[in-house]
């Protein structure tokens, strides 16, 4: 408690308690503004177009686009980056060996070209990921905005489906689905494999954001307008719900590829004449005491490849999301 | 500079003086001065009250005194002198002794305001403890008992072990006013104590505020938009606008003689006042003689009530727009034994061209009537009669030409337009779905409607993350106006707008009706802005209406307790107004 | 709460029948003789098919096959391995190994993720803050199998601080780099959701009047942001579990521990069809009943949930 009363010597009567007596401000110094101006910046502005703006200010978004393109134009044309075959050239006597000209990363334990390998198992990667991303999206979309939107019994039932999908980790779902289907391995499997599990947390976000949305005044206003359900849907409700899908979308694309690795190298991904950076793992691992450069470049590029994602995937969040940008 | 001098000045030093604060907000674009050198003073068990619209910089002062402004929130200049004390050059934790013990604090939002996973003993016991009032499990809970029943709370005993979220708004808020005047500190600073409560809650508490700080002793420093509650809860005011303090004085005085423009314009088109204002004229308002100021901007709600009651005195008697006949609403709730009735056998007609509000408190059911009449909810039973067409039936086609007659405006002004949407899609989306005229003609109604609700064209390309809260309530009516209505039901069209933006959409709103010959079911929680916008009255009460006549008839000669009680919750009933 | 509880069961149950089923229609609704598919390329034991054939009751209609394997599981009867040695043998020999590892990984990241978490959050913006944030994304980033190799090969092989492999009967202090590993799999998570939190309570409104009324920092940080920012935190754990039953697959294979994940691993990779399926549907069973625990256990740490009538 502080008894340390000091009276303050008046300064006069001008500040001094001036709430005691009636006091006006002076015109000038406080002068009036009309009510309610219309006052607009230069360009339009929503939430698309803020996100663009914001995101193009990080350095992140450019670092992250960079490397996402950099593996894109590496996927599509892995012919720029290497002449070698990557399964061709192989020489058994070359055994993990070390670089040497033209190899600049060394040779496998059967001697073949570990940089053209990683080159060539770029694609593989990333189709994967965008045939999952494709699957979980659409999956997502259409039970979540459903779910969502109708409520009731419909909501009941489509939830609970995604709740039985969801209570399955989808890798161990994956290793099933592999296991049983270890004749027809190949790309589209081991995606299909990975995607019937994965898209219930899409499916997830995206009701949690359409059941707030559908809640707004605008979505009652064209209802009352005598707007169809089904166009209030795609016209108001989806469009303003869809932002955190998209966030989520692109952190999908690397767990989808990380998945993807996981599988082949435990052996039940790809068929082992298909090139991947899982397979490249699962084959180099037995000699990770010897020979740690044969798995540590495909785990570089694996690594390197997910960051750039799940980078990238930040950005948007942020940028969509006024609440997640406030947290930076 | 033009202060009114009163030679009249009372010994002793005031409890609390602020000179010249300035509080500024560091953004990535610099420092936004939310404060520029407000200054005030306040003596000890006095009631200051600090008046001003959103933004005017009234919390931010309020908040900086106990040094919680929010985020980037700092002080950049001026002195707050607490008996004698600068309490911008106190370290943490010497504000932390200050706060609480010597200067309470009740905030705004009683919902968000205390911590959803512990119980309420134990959020007030550890004010208590903090501030040293009790000491032992046993006293401090015997304090905390005392505390509560103090702030009205009764069984007090049996609270304690409760959790926020099974009390409601006004319990909660007796909560945080005990637990801020528990140490009986010498000042309590009260943040809109009340403005996110029911009207008649609204009371109350305020009345319980005020016994207990006189009670006590304690000062009482009152954040408010409202000046008149303000002018009837505090003996001084001070009026910020935009950071600066405009106006500081007396109540009475401040009220009877505003000086400052910004301060008549707040007088002219604060609903409470105006509509007491009417009230204590015993004549019918054509003949109000009426001399506030008039002057500003086409605020004066008092004018465009006695511009109305001109009108509605020369029309004829005209044949019902609107009529509903026992109308019921019942919503199955899953689990609870019964049903929930929401809307219990109501009937009302509204005049065409005329405006009938429909009042109650949250609860009341008056939206559930809105939702059914726009056919947004089927009703349980009863009918609804538009134009002579019983609505239930419609289907398809039918349905459709009834909705082109009638359309809403919702309350949120941040939830009424979808925000991906321009401006001019968000207006033309009715003709669209209405197929009516091409592209070219489309856009020119847009136009003309944006020019009716006076607002620039150049907005039709915009998105209302562009616009203020009051703009885009004018773009909702744009939308509503677009395909020729006749009847326009306004469902809390106002309440969460600024003085001064509700009574510029207040006076749009009338200029419209006698213009276009609206229609308007007019659904509000406040009697007051009801005084000055409508020709009927219904008040709903637990989902039934409790009374119902026209607008002068129920100010004047109230029939219901339940409107007795809301007309005396309209701000200012003790205040002699400058008439 | 006995309400909340006896719901949340009620809910329980369906989910149950349909990933069972779910995991039951995967293997045995495929055209061709699922016993031969699960054997694939490798020449399967007359005696084991002929008894896994018995188990799986292949002669009846589909859902009486299901309604069969079911009534095994709810007897605690979750068939034979490939090896024709019943799966809750092995179950019993594992579990307490995989056990042990888990509640360690589980420890370090709870600990370590929310401690980290939290002095981030209350520092925004701050160095801590920004190198925290740059390397849980990096974290975030490796797949486990990575770090596991790198954790083998840095502190196994070069600095030999621990052993690389496991194996039979190690003392607990073997299990700590796996769990490690194990535990860093979610550790970044953790932390960014304790930060942001932590962040976003302490900019509630119940927190500046927790302070209005006299409170120091002291108190706040631990009473008002930090039990308030554990609610979704123990939430994420729920969910992340199966990543952590993923991730204990991984590393118990890598480091050799001989445990339940190990055992699935080893499967997996011999291409051993019928273990496989059985220790999935085990994992499964663990991963439902640690949700149905958390979710009990959130109805402690939320009173709005506890006492819903």
């Known amino acids: 408690m502080s008894n340390e009363f000091t009276p303050v010597p008046s300064t006069g009567p001008a500040t001094q308690e001036r709430s005691r007596n009636h006091f006006v401000a002076p015109l000038e110094e406080t002068p009036l503004v009309a009510i309610d101006v219309v006052k607009v910046a230069e360009k339009p502005s929503n939430l698309w177009i803020d996100a663009w703006r914001d995101a193009r200010r990080r350095p992140i978004f450019w670092i992250s686009g960079v490397l996402i393109l950099l593996v894109l134009v590496v996927a599509v044309f892995p012919g720029l980056f290497t002449s070698v075959a990557p399964n061709n050239d192989c020489q058994l006597a070359l055994s993990n060996g070390g670089p040497t000209a033209g190899h600049p990363l060394g040779f496998t334990k059967q001697g073949c070209d570990v940089y053209s390998r990683i080159i060539n198992g770029t694609s593989t990667s990333l189709t994967v990921g965008i045939i999952v991303i494709l699957l979980t999206t659409v999956l997502g979309v259409v039970f979540g905005a459903f779910a969502g939107f109708y409520g009731g019994w419909i909501d009941s039932v489509l939830s609970r489906i995604g709740d039985i999908f969801f209570s399955i980790p989808y890798i161990l779902a994956a290793v099933v689905i592999m296991s049983v289907l270890a004749q027809y391995r190949s790309v589209w499997t081991i995606s299909l494999a990975i995607g019937i599990f994965a898209w219930p947390s899409t499916a997830r976000v995206l009701r949690a954001e359409i059941l707030s949305v559908k809640q707004s005044d605008y979505v009652m206003a064209s209802e009352a307008l005598g707007v169809s359900k089904l166009r209030i849907l795609f016209r108001h409700v989806l469009p303003n719900s869809i932002a955190p899908v998209i966030a989520i979308t692109t952190i999908s694309l690397a767990a989808a590829i990380v998945a993807e690795a996981t599988l082949s190298f435990l052996g039940v991904g790809l068929g082992s004449d298909i090139m991947s950076w899982g397979n490249e793992i699962n084959q180099a691992q037995r000699d990770i005491r010897t020979h740690p450069q044969t798995l540590i470049y495909p785990s570089v590029a694996l690594s390197v490849t997910v960051f750039a994602f799940i980078l990238m995937g930040e950005v948007i969040r942020e940028a969509l999301d006024p609440k997640a940008r406030a947290l930076r | ?579 | 709460m006995a309400g909340y509880i006896l719901r949340r069961l009620l809910q329980a149950i369906p989910v149950f029948i349909g990933t069972t089923f779910l995991i039951y229609f995967m293997v045995f609704a495929l055209p061709g003789d699922p016993i031969i598919a699960l054997f694939g390329d490798k020449t399967p034991n007359p005696a084991v098919v002929a008894q896994l054939r018995a188990q799986y009751h292949l002669d009846q209609p589909f859902v009486v096959q299901y309604l069969i394997y079911m009534g095994g599981i709810f007897r605690g009867d979750f068939g034979i391995s490939f090896s024709g040695q019943p799966v809750t043998e092995i179950l019993a020999r594992t579990f307490p190994v995989t056990l042990r590892l888990a509640v360690i990984a589980l420890l370090i990241e709870t600990i370590a993720g929310i401690l980290v978490g939290m002095v981030a959050g209350l520092r925004k913006g701050k160095l801590f803050d920004g190198t925290t944030l740059a390397i849980s994304l990096i974290l975030i980033s490796l797949p486990v199998f990575v770090i596991a190799f790198v954790a083998q090969f840095v502190f196994g092989v070069q600095l030999g601080w621990a052993r690389t492999t496991v194996g039979e009967g190690a003392p607990t202090i073997d299990l700590i780099l796996p769990a490690i590993v194990l535990a860093s799999i979610s550790f970044a998570q953790i932390v960014r959701l304790t930060r942001s939190s932590v962040i976003e309570t302490s900019s509630l409104d119940f927190v500046r009047t927790a302070y209005s009324k006299g409170l120091g920092r002291g108190r706040i940080i631990p009473v008002h942001i930090l039990r308030n920012s554990l609610i979704p935190v123990v939430t994420y754990l729920a969910t992340d579990f199966g990543v952590l039953l993923v991730g204990a697959t991984v590393t118990e294979g890598i480091f050799n521990v001989p445990g339940v994940g190990n055992t699935l691993y080893q499967a997996i990779i011999r291409g051993e069809g019928p273990t496989v399926v059985s220790f999935v549907t085990v994992m499964v069973l663990i991963y439902l009943l640690v949700n149905l625990a958390v979710d009990l256990l959130y109805g402690l740490l939320d009173p709005r949930i506890r006492y819903v009538k």
Not at chain 2, 358 to 381: F, H, I, N, P, W
Not at chain 2, 490 to 508: K, N, P
């Open chain 2, 1 to 579: 500079m033009s202060s009114v001098s009163n030679p009249r000045r009372d010994a002793g030093a005031p409890l609390l003086e602020i000179k010249n604060l300035q509080v500024g907000f560091q953004t990535q674009n610099g420092t936004v001065q939310a404060v520029r050198g407000a200054s005030l003073s306040l003596r000890a068990g006095e009631t200051l009250a600090i008046v001003g619209e959103s933004g005017s910089g009234k919390s931010t002062t309020a908040h900086a005194i106990i040094n919680l402004l929010p985020g980037s929130g700092r002080i950049t200049g001026g002195e707050i002198l607490f008996e004698g004390r600068d309490l911008a050059k106190l370290s943490q934790k010497e504000m932390e002794d200050v706060r609480g013990k010597l200067i309470g604090f009740v905030p705004q939002d009683p919902m968000s305001n205390l911590n959803p996973v512990w119980s309420i003993g134990f959020q007030v016991e550890e004010a208590i403890k903090a501030n040293g009032i009790a000491t032992g499990k046993r006293e401090i809970k015997k304090h905390a008992i005392e505390v509560l029943k103090e702030a009205g709370l009764g069984d007090a005993d049996k609270r304690l072990r409760q959790f926020p979220h099974q009390f409601s708004g006004g319990m909660r808020q007796r909560v945080l006013i005990g637990m801020g005047l528990s140490s009986r500190p010498k000042l309590l600073i009260a943040d809109e104590p009340t403005s996110a409560l029911d009207v008649t809650v609204q009371r109350t508490i305020l009345d319980n505020l005020d016994k207990l700080t006189r009670e006590i002793g304690t000062a009482l420093l009152f954040i408010t938009h409202d000046l008149g509650l303000a002018a009837e809860r505090a003996e001084h005011l001070v009026v910020m606008y935009k950071g600066q303090v405009v106006e500081s004085g007396p109540s009475r005085e401040i009220l009877q003689n505003p000086l400052h423009p910004y301060t008549q314009r707040l007088v002219a088109a604060a609903p409470s006042l105006a509509s007491r204002r009417i009230q204590s004229s015993s004549h019918s308002l054509g003949d109000l003689d009426y001399s506030a100021p008039r002057s500003v901007e086409g605020l004066d709600l008092i004018a465009a009530a006695e511009h109305r009651a001109e009108l509605q005195a020369e029309a004829p008697q005209r044949e019902d727009s609107i009529v509903v006949e026992n109308l019921t609403k019942v919503y199955k709730i899953r689990g609870a034994k019964g049903d929930f009735k929401a809307v219990d056998d109501v009937s009302f007609a509204i005049e065409r061209g005329t405006t009938t509000a429909l009042v109650g408190e949250s609860g009341s059911g008056k939206s559930t009537v809105a939702k059914m009449l726009l056919r947004l909810e089927d009703a349980t039973d009863g009918k609804i009669l538009i134009n002579g067409t019983d609505t239930a039936p419609l289907r398809g086609k039918e349905l459709l030409a009834l909705r082109r007659r009638m359309q809403p405006v919702f309350q949120d002004p941040y939830g009424s337009l979808d925000p991906l949407r321009n401006i001019g899609n968000t207006i033309g989306e009715p003709l669209v779905t209405h197929n009516i005229g091409d592209r070219t003609s489309r856009r020119e109604r847009v136009l003309e409607l944006l020019e009716q609700v006076s607002l620039p064209a150049t907005l039709s390309t915009r998105y209302p993350n562009e616009l203020s809260g009051g703009q885009r309530q004018r773009v909702a009516i744009a939308r509503a106006l677009a395909l020729k209505p006749d009847i326009v039901i306004l469902d809390e069209a106002v309440s969460a707008l600024d003085v001064l933006v509700q009574a510029q959409i207040l006076q749009l709103l009338s200029d419209l009706q006698g213009e276009l010959g609206l229609t308007y079911l007019f659904i509000t929680h406040d009697l007051a802005v009801v005084r000055v916008i409508a020709d009927n009255v219904c008040v709903m009460q637990r989902g039934r209406i409790v009374e119902k006549a026209s607008t002068d008839e129920v100010f004047d000669r109230p029939q219901m307790e339940y409107t007795k009680e809301l007309l005396n919750a309209i701000p200012g009933a003790g205040i002699a107004l400058g008439v």
